[in-house]
């Protein structure tokens, strides 16, 4: 389903490449976003797998794209969006009323992520680097952290969080199979596999996502579900603080400026009402990063579903912008033993995760941030607080 930006219906893409030189996107983009300005069947051959469909090009026009579409107009509440998915050889474009919201790109990286996210009003909510490079005032620090993304620092031994090459050069990696479903609608549904390899090409587990976007004028939301099938034999999620669910924030929203970033003027608060380097550590329903960024006052929050393991979720929170929800690390976050936070599942057997990604108008106050977990966590219970 293809809308908007995407469609290049009988007219020209956007001239992009000016815009982006403006705005701070430059650098390694320049070659791929420069096509643009040339043929308005760009984005349909990377769709269709032509010779330019590199992982580094899809990376650079969805951001630059996103750009290039400018704030969208604010507006009074409206109805849900129709959610747009388009397949390419990389990555799977989702739009949001034609405008440009994700992408799941399942290509050239050690595992799948979702990148950029673009917010309402058009602002991209996470760090661009490493898949984008010479982004003004970004830091280049934990090349790891890619935009929003699913890993573990410990299964069965396996560093798949930082998936850090062996003495031959090989790393960890979690490597996409195939996609079941992918639907637009008033909620966009991607249904996708992947299996966790170690470094040597062994099989550890596989697991199956889906990940559902929707939104409004207010706030775009992405859902996650994902099950870890033990189909390969036990599983060990170990006991560290690098994990689990993670997305970087832009340097607007870090509580400051480290590793060469510049305009750091964030906050984070979660759902016991505890703030900024308060937050890390400690367990919360959810937890919120706010700032500045292009000159609005927007957030991004993640939730944790009461029905995961160890509801609620310990934070991996950091004051440089890294933001992650971690079951797992309970002697780093709480003192316990190590070890005391292993998580074992028995061959044959899963370990299933929900999450939500909330991208919003102003502070979690603002946006209603605690009302819309009710909301979503516990529907048939009228919100009832846990």
């Not at 643009?36 to 630059?64: D, E, K, M, N, Q």
């Not at 889906?210 to 870890?228: L, M, Y």
């Not at 299933?352 to 946006?367: E, K, Q, S």
Request: net charge neutral.
């Amino acid at each position: 389903m293809t809308g908007g930006w995407l469609a290049g219906r009988g007219k020209s893409p956007p001239d992009v490449f000016p815009r982006l030189k403006t705005s701070g996107f430059h650098g390694s983009c320049a070659p791929g976003i420069a096509s643009l300005r040339s043929s308005r069947l760009f984005i349909h051959s990377l769709l269709a797998g032509g010779p330019r469909a590199t992982p580094a090009v899809w990376s650079c026009v969805v951001l630059a794209l996103a750009v290039a579409a400018g704030p969208a107009p604010r507006a009074t509440a409206q109805p849900p969006a129709v959610v747009g998915l388009e397949r390419g050889e990389h990555a799977v474009v989702v739009t949001l009323g034609g405008r440009p919201f994700t992408s799941y790109v399942h290509s050239g990286h050690a595992k799948p992520i979702l990148f950029p996210l673009v917010g309402p009003d058009g602002v991209p909510m996470t760090r661009s680097w490493p898949m984008v490079e010479g982004v003004a005032g970004e830091p280049h620090d934990h090349p790891h952290h890619e935009s929003l993304w699913f890993t573990h620092g410990s299964v069965n031994g396996i560093d798949f969080w930082a998936h850090k090459a062996d003495d031959q050069g090989r790393r960890p990696r979690i490597e996409h199979v195939g996609i079941g479903g992918c639907t637009g609608g008033p909620t966009g549904v991607l249904e996708t596999t992947s299996r966790w390899l170690a470094a040597d090409g062994t099989v550890v587990c596989t697991d199956s996502r889906r990940i559902e976007f929707a939104g409004d004028d207010a706030a775009r939301t992405i859902d996650v579900a994902i099950v870890v099938h033990a189909d390969h034999g036990p599983l060990v999620f170990g006991d560290t603080k690098e994990g689990t669910l993670g997305l970087r924030v832009r340097p607007g929203l870090q509580l400051k400026d480290v590793n060469g970033s510049l305009g750091a003027a964030g906050h984070i608060v979660n759902s016991a009402g505890e703030r900024d380097a308060a937050v890390w550590g400690r367990p919360a329903r959810w937890v919120d990063y706010h700032g500045p960024l292009d000159g609005r006052e927007v957030g991004v929050a993640i939730f944790d579903h009461p029905a995961n393991l160890r509801h609620p979720s310990h934070w991996h929170a950091r004051d440089y912008g890294l933001f992650a929800a971690n079951p797992f690390g309970l002697h780093d976050f709480t003192g316990a033993p190590k070890g005391a936070g292993d998580h074992t599942v028995p061959a044959g057997g899963t370990l299933a995760l929900r999450y939500r990604i909330v991208l919003h108008r102003g502070d979690a106050a603002a946006a209603g941030i605690e009302d819309r977990w009710q909301a979503w966590a516990r529907p048939a219970a009228g919100g009832a607080t846990p």
